[in-house]
């Protein structure tokens, strides 16, 4: 089992910029496709990005498409999301998530990823 720590959420101003890491240890890194998912107060939790597990791979929602961007260090354990363009519809916890399986393919559905952290509160007024 892979532990999972978000960091880098905060208020911002509509417009403005936030980006968001996320440490993994306790199992190798490499080898497993990450993602980004977040929820809204009395909503899902729904996708928001995922990298492959080479990093050559990456998969947006439309909602974000443009404005975010996730990437990843593998000699540091640590995947990222660049997000600009914030606008209070983003507003959330930001959940980041480890496949279940190494040398999974790329993927939107929450199912397939088994670790996932404690989250960190994004909230972007207008």
């Known amino acids: 089992q892979v532990q999972l720590v978000e960091s880098g959420g905060g208020l911002v101003q509509a417009g403005g910029s936030l980006r968001l890491s996320c440490a993994a240890s306790g199992r190798t890194f490499s080898g497993y496709a990450m993602a980004w998912f977040r929820q809204a107060p009395g909503k899902e939790r729904e996708f928001v990005a995922a990298i492959s597990w080479s990093g050559k791979s990456t998969y947006y929602a439309d909602s974000v498409k443009g404005r975010f961007t996730i990437s990843r260090d593998n000699a540091k354990n640590t995947v990222y999301l660049q997000m600009n363009s914030l606008n209070p519809e983003d507003t959330a916890v930001y959940y980041c998530?480890?496949?279940?399986?190494?040398?999974?393919?790329?993927?939107?559905?929450?199912?397939?990823?088994?670790?996932w952290g404690q989250g960190t509160q994004v909230t972007v007024s207008s």
């Open positions: 998530a480890a496949h279940r399986s190494r040398w999974g393919a790329v993927t939107d559905a929450r199912a397939d990823f088994g670790s």
